[in-house]
């Protein structure tokens, strides 16, 4: 009678200590969210997260991301989209994944700008107009490429919040 009392006791202890382990498990898996990197800090701040454009179905990835504080304490994303062009990556499709209207003319890209990102900024881009459904304000900026495929550019976004 003791032999089979403490064998149900030890049966119990296993099956409690199994239960508590895949609880532990479950809870730390579900809860567990990836940390936020500066990319998607400042493509939050930039309204460009894919996010932030559920059911789209498809986002870009910024090349270059920069995250830094103005001496006023705002906080400024600087980002770089390389698009290849052709059919898949290029500029008419950046612009239509992100709702984003047609660039105007051109303006010249600001010093803090071409200072976060490295490589070879354009003096000047074409500008997107101001965009009120942003958070935040942001500047867009496109470069279509003569060279490569169609629709190859690059956009470079500034955005401040």
Known sequence: MLRRLVAGFLG???????VVVGWGVVALTREHAPRETDLSRAE???GLNHEQHP???????????VLARAPDGTTTGYLHYRLGGGVDVNVDDFLRTYDLPR?????????DLKAAL???????????????????HRQIWVVQSPAGLDGAGDVYVRATG
């Not at 660039?103 to 010093?111: K, M, W």
């Not at 900024?121 to 459904?133: K, M, N, Q, R, V």
Request: hydrophobic share 35%; with cysteine.
């Open 118 to 136: 490295p490589g070879d900024e354009p003096a000047e881009a074409a500008l997107l107009p101001g965009d009120p459904g942003s958070s935040g």
């Open 103 to 111: 660039p105007g003319g051109p303006a010249p890209l600001p010093e």
């Open 44 to 46: 939050r701040l930039a």
């Open 12 to 18: 119990l202890c296993v099956v409690f200590t199994v």
């Open 55 to 65: 059911g789209k179905g498809r986002y870009y990835v910024a090349e270059d991301a």
